[in-house]
């Protein structure tokens, strides 16, 4: 039996979208400024230029112009930097957006850390994460700046609240942990940071007043292992078997979601829920870097 509140991503997402839109056309009607985006995509992996696509429709849609260039896998590293050093100083291009994961050859710390930290609107730069940790202003990383969103325009109050997220990945676990123990609206929770290590996971998840999961494995977190009221955002999307489908399998997340629901007072879906999101903010992100070039900060 469901009970849960379902948090609606997809809804939340494109209200967001319209938001930047039409900021954009103000911006671009007062100053003669349209935020630009470029993406860079190594190799032909499916999964990553489906990724692109996505982000070039979303980008039309609120105005943007984009530019996309496809490397080959065996590009050579400096290849990579030369391209993003163009767009570092293309006063067009505020946002840069290499698509991951990279070649293994491709040392992917050094090129996150050849993007200006100005047009890193991944949030991914030492930079930018330095900045989140010490609670200046920063590009916040897409998707836990998108699990916040869902969290205030839903009306979940976090300040006071316990907040446990399970997973440490540097892309969600740890800056979501930061993002929500920050002193400012929409966030000033008590966070608990769990993971693989915990001998007992439970312990922890059952004290969760909001409990966020991104660790990848399906069913990490099931009915017996929350309390009654439990806020839920699933941040994981997994593909499992399932016969019945035209395509063969379904996605989930990591959060058996017809048990927790009977438990939960709100949860997000898979998919439909925090997936969503993740464009939506780097469209907002985007933005507000064509917004900063305009006064030079």
Same mark, same amino acid.
């Given at each position: ?78 290849? $990579? ?30 090129? $996150? ?185």
């Amino acid at each position: 039996m469901q009970n849960a509140k379902i948090i609606d991503g997809k809804g939340i997402s494109l209200t967001i979208r319209e938001e930047v839109r039409d900021m954009t056309a103000e911006l671009r009607a007062k100053h003669g400024v349209i935020p630009g985006l470029a993406f860079l995509l190594v190799g032909d992996n499916p999964a990553s230029q489906s990724y692109v696509r996505s982000k070039e429709r979303a980008c039309e849609f609120c105005g943007f112009h984009s530019t996309t260039v496809t490397m080959p896998e065996n590009v050579v590293e400096a290849d $990579i930097l030369a391209r993003i050093d163009t767009w570092n100083i293309d006063p067009d291009i505020h946002g840069i957006l290499v698509q991951l994961p990279l070649p293994e050859h491709v040392d992917e710390d050094r090129v $996150i850390e050849a993007i200006s930290p100005r047009k890193d609107v991944d949030g991914f730069h030492p930079v930018n994460v330095g900045k989140l940790v010490i609670g200046q202003e920063a590009f916040l990383p897409c998707t836990p700046a998108g699990i916040q969103e869902l969290l205030v325009r839903s009306d979940i109050e976090t300040a006071g609240r316990h907040v446990v997220v399970v997973g440490r990945s540097n892309i969600v676990g740890k800056p979501i942990a930061n993002i929500l123990l920050q002193k400012a609206a929409g966030a000033n929770a008590i966070v608990t940071v769990a993971h693989s290590a915990a001998p007992d996971l439970a312990r922890f998840t059952r004290d969760a007043d909001i409990l966020i999961v991104a660790t990848g494995r399906v069913n990490t977190v099931t009915a017996d292992m929350v309390k009654d009221g439990v806020v839920v955002v699933d941040v994981g999307i997994n593909r499992v078997e399932d016969s019945t489908r035209e395509k063969g399998y379904r996605l989930v997340g990591d959060v058996d979601f017809e048990g927790v629901c009977s438990r939960a007072s709100a949860i997000t879906p898979v998919p439909g829920g925090v997936g969503p999101m993740t464009i939506a903010m780097l469209m907002k992100n985007t933005y507000r870097s064509a917004l900063r070039s305009i006064s030079g900060r």
